[in-house]
């Protein structure tokens, strides 16, 4: 290779290198700038939250304020609460929700790729599930309370309404939208129903499903919380009862912030998984920006 043509590859390489490393660093001050605007806008809410309680403004009775909400939850981890101890009551929550969802998502992805494959199959069900999902699914915990007890079993069946239908719902979409040309091009190599399901179809619906995983786990959580706080002998939905009861604010606010931080861990794990079952699937041009 001649002097300059190996000259200009480096320049070329060195230029690609440059480009490449300006993007991570604008990508990364953006990801701090975005970080650092949402703590400042937490703080900002937090703090006339507290001044206007202090002040009397709000009603601190009612709205509490943000330095009880903190106390309360201290003391419910240092003391425990009049159930057993916080970890306790959030295992218990966290157990019936997470079996509620595993099953609801297990049911909704079964069936909504059976009738999305078998049209026979939506033909005759598609009515049923249309009335089920019009149901206002909420109503069914105090029947399930009846049927199941105070145990976790009435607080999982809660969980499962809310979470099988909009799971089966993108999993039949996504088993329906397919690309032909895919199947059809299985089925001349020799595949078979079942390979052509396995191999094809749920692999291109992967990505609906993992659209309604981020809200069904959601969905699963306010199921057993309302499930807990219609009956319950343990659970953050009884902590929430027990403080309407005893008309203590910041025991029902300690109890939504401690939900909240459950809910993001879980919606942290689902998107560490996605973007590790996805890492092949090319970025937008939005998210490279």
Do not use: C
Request: no cysteine; proline share 4%; aromatic share 10%.
């Amino acid at each position: 290779m001649a002097p300059e043509s190996i000259t200009a590859t480096i320049i070329t390489d060195k230029r690609v290198r440059g480009r490449t490393e300006a993007r991570a660093r604008a990508a990364r001050n953006r990801r701090l700038l975005v970080l650092g605007a949402r703590v400042l806008l937490l703080v900002v809410l937090l703090t006339a939250w507290e001044v206007l309680a202090r002040t009397k403004v709000i009603d601190p009775f009612n709205f509490s304020m943000p330095s009880r909400i903190w106390d309360q939850i201290a003391q419910w981890t240092l003391h425990g609460t009049a159930q057993g101890s916080l970890g306790e009551q959030i295992w218990y929550t966290l157990y019936e929700a997470l079996l509620g969802w595993i099953t609801g998502v297990a049911g909704g992805v079964v069936l909504g790729i059976a009738l999305g494959r078998v049209r026979f199959l939506a033909d005759v069900l598609g009515p049923y599930i249309k009335v089920l999902n019009a149901l206002p699914r909420i109503v069914l915990a105090p029947i399930f309370l009846i049927w199941f007890g105070l145990g976790p079993a009435s607080k999982v069946a809660s969980a499962v309404v809310l979470v099988f239908f909009p799971v089966f719902f993108n999993a039949f979409q996504g088993a329906r939208e397919v690309d032909r040309h895919l199947v059809s091009n299985a089925r001349i190599l020799g595949a078979s129903n079942r390979r052509v399901t396995l191999q094809v179809v749920i692999p291109s619906a992967t990505s609906w499903i993992f659209t309604s995983l981020h809200v069904s786990f959601g969905f699963a959580l306010i199921g057993a919380i309302v499930g807990e706080y219609i009956g319950a002998t343990k659970g953050i939905g009884l902590l929430v009862a027990s403080s309407q009861g005893t008309f203590n604010a910041a025991g029902v606010y300690a109890a939504m912030v401690i939900l909240a931080v459950v809910a993001l861990l879980a919606e942290g794990l689902l998107t560490f998984a996605e973007k590790r079952l996805f890492r092949w699937k090319p970025g937008s041009p939005g998210s490279e920006r």
